[in-house]
């Protein structure tokens, strides 16, 4: 009976396993269609100076808005860039919002979601309320009030977002510490002497992290769209640097003319948006044991 219980509980990472994981992906066949987008949007992203075949800011006034030729594959923008390069180097903009904004979005959520879970009582109600409060705010609304007060740039659509993602993280890390804390090797640490940080990192983190890393792989997607629709607006990166949401706002005006200064970008966002959710589905199969056999169905 105890083992069938512990086979229905999410396990530790380091219980599962690498090799287990990347199985478990491979099998889900959304995952693996996912991942390998989500590798090939990444290398875009590293090896963009050896990929674009022109630099992106390269200027050609007597080659404007051209459609698709051999030496422009996807045609130029309206002062006369390559749009392949455009698109490529936006790619690096997208990228690096999504891991910046959501590796601190998992920092801060996870340390504040240990807190409330241990401490429990007061602190827990108070932490909660906060970030239920929070929670409540739409987020692209929020980026607008941000730059409206810091003014249009990357770094303060990164604040904008960490300054309202963290709160999915501290809600579903609070959920698995509270159910964690009342295991019996914490008992243990408890009557040893171990204080609440050796705790907290050291027993109640390591097993709770699989939804985390489940949460931070589909919430990356999330923060690529949403940086997109703040670049959209034009309260993202700033002119030359190309990023995918401004390109596809400036194709907009000439999407009759030159329709892919519009579509390309608009279909790498939804490819990168799709792969990390599907691969977010894969290691969740991976992670809880209870899900397990969904993917191959998919």
Not at 195 to 214: C, D, E, Q, T, Y
């Amino acid at each position: 009976m105890t083992n069938q219980t512990q086979d229905l509980e999410p396990r530790r990472v380091s219980q599962v396993g690498l090799r287990a994981i990347g199985r478990a992906i491979l099998r889900h066949k959304l995952a693996r269609v996912g991942l390998v987008i989500a590798t090939l949007l990444i290398c875009m992203a590293i090896f963009a100076p050896f990929i674009a075949p022109y630099d992106p800011n390269e200027q050609d006034l007597y080659n404007v808005l051209s459609g698709p030729t051999a030496k422009h594959w996807l045609g130029t923008d309206n002062v006369g860039r390559d749009l392949l390069s455009r698109v490529i180097y936006g790619s690096r903009v997208s990228m690096m919002v999504g891991v910046v904004a959501t590796a601190m979005s998992a920092t801060i959520g996870v340390f504040i979601g240990l807190v409330s879970g241990y401490r429990g009582g007061k602190v827990d109600m108070v932490i909660m309320r906060i970030t239920d409060t929070v929670m409540c705010i739409p987020g692209l609304v929020f980026v607008l009030v941000m730059a409206a007060a810091l003014g249009p740039g990357i770094n303060n659509v990164i604040y904008a977002i960490v300054a309202l993602g963290w709160c999915g993280f501290a809600r579903i890390i609070r959920g698995q510490v509270l159910s964690v804390r009342e295991q019996p090797f914490v008992e243990a640490s408890r009557a040893v002497g171990a204080g609440g940080m050796r705790i907290m990192f050291k027993h109640l983190l390591p097993n709770s992290m699989a939804p985390i890393i489940v949460a931070a792989t589909i919430t990356l997607g999330g923060t690529i769209m949403l940086e997109a629709s703040a670049a959209f607006l034009g309260l993202g990166v700033q002119p030359p640097t190309p990023s995918w949401g401004k390109e596809l706002r400036t194709g907009y005006t000439y999407l009759e003319r030159v329709p892919l200064f519009s579509i390309a970008p608009g279909l790498l966002i939804t490819a990168a948006v799709l792969s990390f959710n599907f691969v977010g589905d894969g290691l969740r199969d991976a992670l809880d044991p209870r899900l397990r056999g969904e993917g191959k169905k998919q």
